[in-house]
């Protein structure tokens, strides 16, 4: 695992805009190549994530922090080798190869419930089914509220990178 010395945005906005609605003080967030979608996982709680509001958080990284983001990066041939672990007590980042960041996530008691494997192409592949089918069949005044509200945290998670970055820029 390799220590990320960048900013963390607060909770709940993290959280939110991830879509995590666990208890776990790790997650991880990684792209999925099957749905062609970003998943955060806990290990044990699984469910897909605001693609804009991932590609903003990690380009974030990429331009203003020089995080090798190709890492997290994927292709349908070629599934992300590693996953963004985030520690939502402390607020900070690590990276990870895929497996060994499972293995750290899973490494804790299973929460009471039904759960969903990130490393099983199956639960992944029903999972993105389900989510997308529940959006498509979703009448249009839902479907609306549900874009606005993913809308509203991709312009709160900017306006937290813009904050971040003039910080970075009144240190030098």
Same mark, same amino acid.
């Given at each position: ?77 070629? #599934? +992300?080798?590693?996953? $963004?672990? %985030? ?5 900070? *980042?690590?990276?990870?190869?895929? &497996? ?38 979703? #009448? +249009?005044?839902?479907? $609306?509220? %549900? ?5 509203? *945290?991709?312009?709160?998670?900017? &306006? ?13």
């Amino acid at each position: 695992m390799k220590a990320l010395t960048c900013p963390v945005p607060p909770a709940p906005l993290l959280e939110d805009y991830l879509g995590y609605i666990g208890d776990a003080q790790y997650i991880a967030v990684y792209w999925e190549r099957l749905g062609d979608v970003p998943i955060v996982t806990d290990g044990y709680n699984t469910t897909v994530s605001v693609p804009e509001a991932y590609w903003l958080f990690t380009n974030f990284l990429r331009l203003q922090y020089d995080v090798r983001t190709s890492w997290l990066s994927r292709s349908y041939d070629n #599934p +992300a080798g590693w996953w $963004l672990i %985030i520690d939502l007590k402390n607020r900070y *980042l690590l990276m990870s190869q895929s &497996k060994e960041a499972y293995q750290f996530l899973s490494n804790r008691k299973k929460p009471e419930g039904p759960t969903v494997n990130p490393t099983d192409e199956n639960e992944i592949y029903k999972l993105i089914e389900t989510h997308f089918t529940e959006r498509k069949g979703r #009448p +249009a005044k839902d479907a $609306l509220a %549900i874009w606005r509200a993913e809308n509203q *945290l991709i312009h709160q998670l900017w &306006k937290w990178i813009e904050e971040q970055i003039q910080l970075e820029e009144n240190k030098q």
